[in-house]
């Protein structure tokens, strides 16, 4: 195998990983629609997506995942990404954050980021909190 093949493998590896934390956090459905969307032309990101930061910073040791769903929901907060707030407040959810975590979260963004930003999250937070409620995911 030559070092092209070995990173091949390496990226294949990391990739594979990648997926199967997606699935674990943001759900098998969730994930299989999400696919389901994807065309040739958003097909590089998706897979940059899932190997990075699914497979290479999310099995990472260094924090939980609980911790990386709050993070991410502060962050995602702070930069106005409403759509994948609501990913990542599922995923909170499924990686056991509680709502009153989720709450408290949005609370220090309206103190740090804005209270426009809060206002915002706590919107897109309880849409998907309800839309999971609604699904029995909650």
Same mark, same amino acid.
């Given at each position: 195998m030559t070092t092209i093949d070995q990173n091949d493998a390496t990226r294949r590896d990391t990739y594979e990983s990648g997926m199967n934390v997606r699935r674990d956090v943001l759900g098998p459905a969730h994930v299989e629609r999400s696919l389901g969307q994807v065309t040739e032309f958003s097909r590089p990101i998706q897979e940059l997506v899932t190997e990075y930061c699914w497979g290479a910073v999310w099995t990472r040791d260094g924090i939980d995942r609980r911790t990386r769903s709050l993070l991410n929901i502060a962050m995602l907060s702070a930069l106005n990404r409403g759509h994948e707030l609501g990913v990542h407040v599922r995923g909170a959810i499924r990686n056991g954050v509680s709502v009153e975590e989720i709450q408290e979260v949005l609370?220090? =963004? $309206? /103190?740090? =980021?804005?209270?426009? $930003? !809060? +206002? *915002? !999250?706590?919107? /897109? $937070? *309880? $849409?998907? +909190?309800e839309e999971m409620k609604a699904a029995g995911e909650l």
């Open positions: 609370m220090q =963004v $309206a /103190i740090y =980021v804005g209270v426009p $930003a !809060s +206002l *915002e !999250s706590f919107r /897109i $937070a *309880e $849409a998907k +909190l």
